[in-house]
C-alpha cells in the first residue's frame, strides 16, 4: 500500500496548450485514488513561496479546452542554486506534500530531476511545444502548436499568390528543428531551414530563382528559431539579391503557445497526468511520462533530459520530394 | 530493378480528409523514382469504366490542404462479383498500369485484397474517419474527424450550460466507438456510448439525475451510430423520464468527413503515401500502408481487413475517472 | 439628474453569442456613470425567485470571447400571467432596483414591453440568433450564428463534391428565413426554401437535375426550420424522385447558438450594451437598443415585437443570380 | 438601352479577403445581363501588358470562399504617368471594352479616378483591410481581417496570463486605426495606440503599472501600424521601464490579408459586385460601390479618395470604458 496522500502539481517553462488538461488529469486521477492535490501557482518560484492550493475536482472543473496554464509558470534562475532547492523541500514537508509532479519540457524536467537527486518523489510529464525531451516521440503542446502554424501558413499562402511573394516565415522550437520541419510537411513548404542540418543562404535563393522561373506562384521557407541560418537574416539576403518573387518577413510568435488545445493534446495530456499520478503512488518516482511506440512510456529523468534528435535526414527527405 | 513503371491510384468508400495529401504523396512519390501515376475517378467504379488521368507533378499541386477527394469516391456494390473485377484487372492491363494502390478504410482494403487475390499487384493506404482497419492504431482522416467533432461539442456545451440542457450526440464510425470514445475523453463528455460495452437508457437516466442533483450545468452524452442504444431512442428515453436537465438531441452527420485535414493527417498521408509507393515499387505487395508503434508498418491485406477492437476497458475507464 | 442608482439585467429566450458581452458592456458602462448592476438568473423565471448577484467590473471580466450567457436562461411560460409579472416587480422593488435591462429576441422583448406597460423602467438590448426584431438591420448573435452555418457548409461541401450528392440543409431562425437566405448568399447553395416565399419540392427537384446536367459536383439547399416546405420533407422527396445526385438531410442544429462571438457580434454587443445603460439612466424607457442606418437606434418596445420581413425578394434574387 | 457589352475586371494593391467573392459577383451579375467579362491579371501592370482572360460563370466557380485574389496583384508606380495610363485605354479599345471595374482601396480608387477622368467608364468595388474610403462605412475585407486578428489575440492572451506579461501587437492598416481600435474593442484590450490620437509611451507605462498593481493577470496594448509612436518603439520603451508585466512585441503581419472570408465580407463582396456592374451598365460612372446606411451606395471617386477619419473619440471612449 502506498504511503502517498497528498501530491502537489506545477507547471513549468513556457507554457503549452494541453497543461490545464494535464492538471485537471493530475488531480482527477489522484482523487479516483484517494490521493489529494494541491496545485503550486507560478512553477518553481512557487515552492519557494508557498503558494499551494486544493485542487478537488470542482476546482478543475471547464478548464480541459482552455489554453494556457490556470497555475501559471515562470522563470526561475535561483533555482539552480541548492539552497534554494532545499528551501523548495522544505515547503513542500511543511505543507505535508508526499509527492510532486512537474508539467514542463527539457528545463523544467531539468530542475524536477534536481530535487529528485535530492531524494524528493517526483515525476515530470512531458509538456512543451518545443519537443526536446528525448525517448518520448511526442510531448504535449505540440500537436496544437503544429496546427496553429500550419493554419496561419494556409492564410499567408492566398496573399503570398496573390502577390507573386517568397515568406520567410520563422517558427519557435528552441534549439529543435522540430516544429518547422513538420510544418513545412504539413504546408508544403518549399524550404525548412532547422538547427539540425546546414543550410546556405545562396541555396536558398537559388532555390527561389529555379521556383520562380517554374512558373510557382509563391515561395514559402520556414525557418526554425534555432537554426544558424536567422529568418531575418535570410530576407533580407533574399531582397538584396532578387530572384523573381519579392520577400517578406513574418515571425509568428508568442500565438504559437495558445489556443484551445487539439484532441490530440487533451488526450495525450489526459493519459499521461493520469499515467504520472499512478507512477507516483506506487513508487516509480525520477520518470518522466511521455509517449513512445504508441503507449505511455516512463523514462528516467536524466535519460529524457539528455540532447536529442528528433529531424530526421528521413524526414527532410520526404518534405523535399513532396513539395516538387 | 522494379518492373514497376506506371501505377494507378483510387480513393474508396467515405470519403474522409487527407485523401487529397494521400494521392499527393503517391504522385510526387512515384515521380521522385521515376514511376508515372494516374488517378482512377470514382473509386472501383472508375476503374471499369477505364476513367484514368496522369497525375503529374503539377496536377497534384494545391490539393494538400484541401477536403474530400479530387479523384472521387462512390459505392459500388457490382465490385463483389469476379466478372466484374476481371474486367477491372483487363482495364488496367490495357491502359498498360503495373500495379495499384487503394486509399480506404475496411471495405475497400477488401476490395484491394480481392485484386490482390486475383494476382495483381496492389497495396492500401489506410484512410478512413472510422478508424477500422486491424493492426495500425489510426488511419488517414481520423485526426481531422476527432478534432471537427471536439469543436463542434465545444460550443454546444456553450448552449447547454446556458439553458441547463443534456445534450445526446451522434457521432459517425460504422461499427466502431473509437470517434465517440476519443471524442468524449477530449470534450470532457459525462458518458459515451459505444458497439464495444453494454448500455442501458435506465444507467444513463440515473446518471444524468446524479450529475444534476450535483449542481453541474449541462450533461453531455456521446452516442457511437453503431452502439446498440441509438441516439434517437435515448434521447426519446430521456424525454420521458425526467431527470433534471432537458435532453436534446444533435446528429452531427457529414460534416466529420469533411474540413481542411489537421496537421496530424496531412503529415500521416504524406507517409504512408509514401511508403505505398516503395512497397509496391520495391514488390511488396498485398499489403496495406498504416501505422503502429511509431512508424509506418505494412500489414498483410488479410490481416488488417479483419475485425478490430480499438476501444479498451482502460480507455472508457480513463474517460468515466477524468469527467468525475 | 438621474434617480437610477441600481440596475438589473437579465437575458432571455434561446440565447446568442455575444450575450455576455452585452452584459459586460451593461455592467461596466453602468459603473462608468456610477450606477450598481445586478444580474439575474435564467431569464424572468430568476426575477420571480429573487436571484440577483452583484455584477461589479470583476465580476464580467474574461467573459468577452465567451459563448452562451453567464447569467443562463430559461423558458418560463407563466410570465404571461399579470400575477406573475407583478411578483416581478415586487422583487425588483424588494431588491432597491431602479430599472432592468433584458438581453433578447421578440418573444424577450414582449416580456420587457409587459413589464414596461406596468410602469416599471424597462430597456431591451436587440439579441437572438432569430434576427426577428423590427426596425433594428441586426440583432447579437446573427453574424456568429451565419459564420458558424457558412464554415459547417464549407466543410459538407467537401464530402458533397467527393461523392456527386444533394445535401438539405437545415438552418435555425424560427419564423425568419434570415440565416437561411444570408447562408446561401455566403455558400454560393443552389437554392435557399424560407419562409417568405413558397417553394414546390418539384422546382427543387427539377433544378436539382438541371444543374446534375449541367455537369455540376454538387447541389446545396439550405431549408429555413421556418419554411413551409420542411428539410426533411424535401429530402424523403428527393430521395423518391431520383435526379442525378444522391440526396442527403443534415441538421445543423443548436450549434448555430454556441461558439465564440464574431468581431461584429462583440463590437455590437459592446454598443448595444452601452446604449441601452444611457438610455435607462437619462430617462428614456419601454425602449430596446438596435441598430440601423451604421448607427445605434432606441425603437420602441412595440414597434420592435411586430412582425418584420428581412429576406426580400431583391436578396433572394441576388442569391439567385450569383449561383448561376 | 445600355451601349456596354464588354467590361474588364481588375483587383489592385494589397490584397484583401472578399476579392474573389467580388470577382464572382461581378462575373455572374453581367453575365445575367447579357454582358461579358474580362479579368485582368495583376492589377493596372495586366492593363499594360494586355493581360485579359474570358471570365464566363464556370471560370469563376468554386473561389467564393477563397482567400487572396484569383487575378492578382501587383504595385505599379508607372500608372502615375498619363502615358502610362493612355496605354491602357489603348489596350482596353483594342480588346473591346466597354467599361472597367476597379476592386480596391483609396490608391487603387485613385487610378481608377484617374482613367476616369481621361474619359473611360470605370466603376470602383470598395475592398481593402484599411477601411481607408470615404463615405463607405466599411470595405470588403475588414470584416475578415478584423476576425483574424482577434481570435490570434484570444490565443495571445493565454500566454500573457499565464506569464504575466504586457503584449505589445502590431495590426496593419496603413493610416487607420480602424483595425486596431476595432480589435481593442473586440479582444478587450487595456489600450489602442492609433494615428488618430496622441500616446506617450509614459501614459502607457503609467497604465501598466496601474492594472498590474490592480492585479490583473495581463495587460494587452494595440498599436496601429500608422500611429506615431511605433510598436516596436513602446515595447522597448517598456522593457526599459519595468512596470509588473515583462513585455513582448508581437507583429501579426500580413496574415491580416489572408484566410477565407467571413460571411459578413462574402454577403458585401456579392453585394457591392452585383451594384458595379448595374451602376456600369445604366451609366453611372466614376463612381466607386460602398456601403453606408444600412445600405450600398455610390461615392463619387473624387469625394471616395479624400482622407477619412473612422475612429471617432467615441469609439475609443467606449473601448476605454469597456476594458475597466
Same mark, same amino acid.
Given at each position: 500500500?502506498?504511503?502517498?496522500?497528498?501530491?502537489?502539481?506545477?507547471?513549468?517553462?513556457?507554457? =503549452?496548450?494541453?497543461?490545464?488538461?494535464?492538471?485537471?488529469?493530475?488531480?482527477?486521477?489522484?482523487?479516483?485514488? /484517494?490521493?489529494?492535490? @494541491?496545485?503550486?501557482?507560478?512553477?518553481?518560484?512557487?515552492?519557494?513561496?508557498?503558494?499551494?492550493?486544493?485542487?478537488?475536482?470542482?476546482?478543475?472543473?471547464?478548464?480541459?479546452?482552455?489554453?494556457?496554464?490556470?497555475?501559471?509558470?515562470?522563470?526561475?534562475?535561483?533555482?539552480?542554486?541548492?539552497?534554494?532547492?532545499?528551501?523548495?523541500?522544505?515547503?513542500?514537508?511543511? #505543507?505535508?506534500?508526499?509527492?510532486?509532479?512537474?508539467?514542463?519540457?527539457?528545463?523544467?524536467?531539468?530542475?524536477?530531476? =534536481?530535487?529528485?537527486?535530492?531524494?524528493?518523489?517526483?515525476?515530470?510529464?512531458?509538456?512543451?511545444?518545443?519537443?526536446?525531451?528525448?525517448?518520448?516521440?511526442?510531448?504535449?503542446?505540440?500537436?496544437?502548436?503544429?496546427?496553429?502554424?500550419?493554419? @496561419?501558413?494556409?492564410?499567408?499562402?492566398?496573399?503570398?499568390?496573390?502577390?507573386?511573394? =517568397?515568406?520567410?516565415?520563422?517558427?519557435?522550437?528552441?534549439?529543435?528543428?522540430?516544429?518547422?520541419?513538420?510544418?513545412?510537411?504539413?504546408?508544403?513548404?518549399?524550404?525548412?531551414?532547422?538547427?539540425?542540418?546546414?543550410?546556405?543562404?545562396?541555396?536558398?535563393?537559388?532555390?527561389?530563382?529555379?521556383? @520562380?522561373?517554374?512558373?510557382?506562384?509563391?515561395?514559402?521557407?520556414?525557418?526554425?528559431?534555432?537554426?544558424?541560418?536567422?529568418?531575418?537574416?535570410?530576407?533580407?539576403?533574399?531582397?538584396?539579391?532578387?530572384?523573381?518573387?519579392?520577400?517578406?518577413?513574418?515571425?509568428? /510568435?508568442?500565438?504559437?503557445?495558445?489556443?484551445?488545445?487539439? *484532441?490530440?493534446?487533451?488526450?495525450? #495530456?489526459?493519459?499521461?497526468?493520469?499515467?504520472?499520478?499512478?507512477?507516483?503512488?506506487? /513508487?516509480?518516482?525520477?520518470? *518522466?511520462?511521455?509517449?513512445?511506440? /504508441?503507449? *505511455?512510456?516512463?523514462?528516467?529523468?536524466?535519460?529524457?533530459?539528455?540532447?536529442?534528435?528528433?529531424?530526421?535526414?528521413?524526414?527532410?527527405?520526404?518534405?523535399?520530394?513532396?513539395?516538387?
Amino acid at each position: 500500500m502506498s504511503s502517498i496522500r497528498r501530491i502537489a502539481v506545477l507547471t513549468s517553462g513556457g507554457d =503549452a496548450p494541453g497543461m490545464n488538461a494535464a492538471i485537471r488529469s493530475v488531480a482527477r486521477s489522484a482523487s479516483a485514488l /484517494g490521493v489529494e492535490t @494541491y496545485g503550486v501557482q507560478r512553477g518553481f518560484a512557487g515552492l519557494v513561496e508557498n503558494h499551494f492550493q486544493l485542487l478537488d475536482n470542482r476546482a478543475v472543473g471547464g478548464i480541459l479546452q482552455r489554453g494556457g496554464t490556470m497555475l501559471g509558470s515562470a522563470r526561475f534562475p535561483e533555482f539552480c542554486q541548492e539552497e534554494v532547492r532545499r528551501r523548495c523541500l522544505d515547503q513542500l514537508a511543511g #505543507a505535508g506534500i508526499d509527492g510532486l509532479i512537474v508539467i514542463g519540457g527539457n528545463g523544467s524536467q531539468q530542475g524536477a530531476l =534536481a530535487l529528485s537527486q535530492m531524494g524528493f518523489p517526483v515525476v515530470g510529464v512531458a509538456s512543451t511545444i518545443d519537443n526536446d525531451l528525448a525517448e518520448t516521440e511526442t510531448t504535449i503542446g505540440v500537436d496544437t502548436a503544429l496546427n496553429t502554424a500550419t493554419f @496561419y501558413i494556409d492564410k499567408l499562402k492566398d496573399t503570398a499568390t496573390s502577390h507573386h511573394r =517568397a515568406f520567410v516565415i520563422e517558427l519557435m522550437g528552441r534549439n529543435s528543428g522540430y516544429l518547422a520541419a513538420m510544418t513545412a510537411i504539413a504546408t508544403g513548404a518549399e524550404m525548412a531551414i532547422v538547427p539540425e542540418a546546414e543550410t546556405d543562404p545562396e541555396a536558398v535563393a537559388d532555390d527561389v530563382q529555379q521556383t @520562380y522561373a517554374n512558373g510557382k506562384a509563391h515561395y514559402i521557407v520556414i525557418v526554425a528559431e534555432g537554426a544558424r541560418l536567422k529568418a531575418a537574416e535570410l530576407t533580407e539576403y533574399l531582397c538584396g539579391h532578387p530572384c523573381g518573387f519579392e520577400a517578406r518577413l513574418s515571425v509568428l /510568435g508568442h500565438v504559437q503557445r495558445g489556443g484551445s488545445p487539439t *484532441v490530440a493534446d487533451r488526450v495525450l #495530456a489526459s493519459a499521461l497526468g493520469s499515467a504520472a499520478v499512478t507512477a507516483l503512488v506506487e /513508487g516509480r518516482t525520477g520518470v *518522466v511520462a511521455g509517449w513512445s511506440k /504508441g503507449a *505511455v512510456v516512463e523514462i528516467p529523468l536524466e535519460q529524457a533530459t539528455q540532447l536529442c534528435q528528433k529531424v530526421t535526414p528521413e524526414l527532410l527527405e520526404l518534405a523535399r520530394v513532396l513539395t516538387r
